[in-house]
């Protein structure tokens, strides 16, 4: 079984917020949930990003 990294996981993570969010409809009541998964989605995204981009001590 291969492990999953943490792009992978945010993917899936910010997949299935969006498609909870999609299935609730506009009945969830007045939090926007579709553009707050995308925010934390892509905040987790580009924090993974900088992490893996960092410089690296010897």
Do not use: C, F, Q
């Not at 992978?8 to 506009?26: I, L, Y």
């Amino acid at each position: 079984m291969s492990e999953i990294n943490e792009i992978e996981a945010a993917a899936r993570d910010h997949k299935r917020v969006r498609d909870a969010a999609e299935a609730k409809g506009d009945t969830g009541g007045n939090w926007p949930l579709t553009p707050i998964a995308i925010g934390i989605g892509s905040a987790a995204l580009a924090a993974v990003l900088l992490y893996v981009n960092r410089p690296k001590k010897k």
